[in-house]
């Protein structure tokens, strides 16, 4: 479907930091814009915001990293311990929000994990270059059928050691509590199917300019609503990422900001917080 500009239906503005930041203060501020802040990779971490499962220990009351509310099903951002529903009854029933997202960024590579039975944990990032096989073998990984799965193949390290998974990252923005925070949506195994219907959508958007040619609008350039919904397969009952349009971004300030990010993404000038993924992968997939 065909959307025209003068199509766009206008929504609430986002508000961001520098709204209460009176004129003078923004105008010396402007003077010295980044002076003493890092722009280092390393020094710019983002967060991961994870699907909380059934056996995800903040769901868990007796579990020390338990968290007040939480669900199977919420998305939770790992930095700050915040809940997102997902879906409306949820958020209705449990009165947190669903998450409203800016995607800026795509970006993908092969995680090497310790695999659960071993302890788990994060081991290496390996960017793509050319093809996902392509990547395999030169990192000298191995395809081999799953030893619980005999209908599946899975990737490991030559010695059979380690786990490798193909990992789609989605950089962007969080755009609840009227701020911009940016975030990482990942997504491996089952959730592929989610993160190439996500491009679909971007990429089905199509604008007509003054000029009656067709584009399509930057990814920053609208909002999505983040939810989840059960599924079941033959090794149980889990929850997969959704992902809703939510219209344009009418803001132009968190529009920049979208595009600042996309740039950073890009450049590598930011990156995901490893730390943050430890689990063998668990906590960056939708798969049980």
Known sequence: MVKTMQAVVVEEEVKTKTDLVPTDMLEEFAVDAGAGVSTAADDNIVPFIVLLQDLSPEVKKRDPNYIEGAEAGMHMNRATKALYAGDKSMAERTGFPQLEFQHCELDKAVIEWVPRT???????????????????????????????????????????????????????????????????????????????????????????????????????????????????????????????????????????????????????????????????????????
């Open 118 to 288: 071993d302890g788990g944990g994060f081991v290496a990032r390996h960017p793509l270059q050319g093809t996902v096989e392509d990547t395999m073998r030169r990192i000298g990984g191995v395809q081999m059928i799953d030893p619980k799965d005999p209908n599946k193949k899975i990737w490991k390290t030559a010695d059979g050691q380690h786990d490798l998974i193909e990992t789609r990252y989605h950089f962007g923005n969080i755009l609840n509590n009227g701020n911009v925070q940016p975030a990482v949506l990942a997504f491996s195994s089952t959730g592929h199917t989610a993160s190439r219907q996500w491009m679909s959508v971007m990429t089905g958007t199509k604008l007509t300019d003054k000029n009656g040619t067709m584009f399509i609008p930057p990814a920053w350039a609208k909002r999505y609503v983040i939810g989840s919904k059960a599924r079941e397969n033959k090794k149980g009952s889990f929850f997969v990422t959704t992902v809703e349009d939510g219209g344009f971004i009418m803001s132009k300030a968190v529009r920049a900001a979208g595009k600042a990010l996309h740039e950073a993404a890009k450049a590598g000038t930011v990156t995901a917080a490893a730390d943050e993924t430890a689990g063998a992968g668990n906590d960056v997939s939708d798969e049980i």
